[in-house]
């Protein structure tokens, strides 16, 4: 199982960047898909998720701001990532769920948003 995550990079306060995520060895559209972030000095923490039948489920720091998408044809979920602020300095997660013994991460992506 490879979860390989990409698109993190440097980007100014108010700036936009889009992560993906591309899932191999699993089916795919049978795993939640989340993506997570963690701050230097912070616990990680869930920002937002899609499920098998694309619900969505965002962290309220993240609401109206990011989009989660998938697409099950590619194996690839997706973060757009807007009007981005300096508090979302974090390295950013891709996690494939589908129960406790069927739990994958990614390596993380690193996003630093200068203010």
């Known amino acids: 199982v490879q979860l390989q995550a990409s698109g993190g990079g440097l980007v100014q306060a108010g700036g936009s960047l889009r992560l993906s995520c591309a899932a191999s060895g699993i089916t795919f559209g049978r795993y939640i898909m989340r993506w997570y972030r963690q701050s230097p000095g912070k616990q990680r923490e869930l920002a937002a998720a899609i499920g098998v039948g694309g619900r969505t489920y965002y962290a309220d720091s993240v609401k109206g701001r990011f989009t989660i998408s998938r697409d099950n044809a590619k194996n690839t979920v997706y973060l757009q990532m807007d009007s981005l602020k300096h508090e979302d300095t974090a390295v950013y997660y891709c996690?494939?769920?589908?129960?406790?013994?069927?739990?994958?991460w990614g390596q993380g992506t690193l996003v630093t948003v200068s203010s």
């Open positions: 996690n494939a769920f589908q129960s406790s013994a069927l739990s994958f």
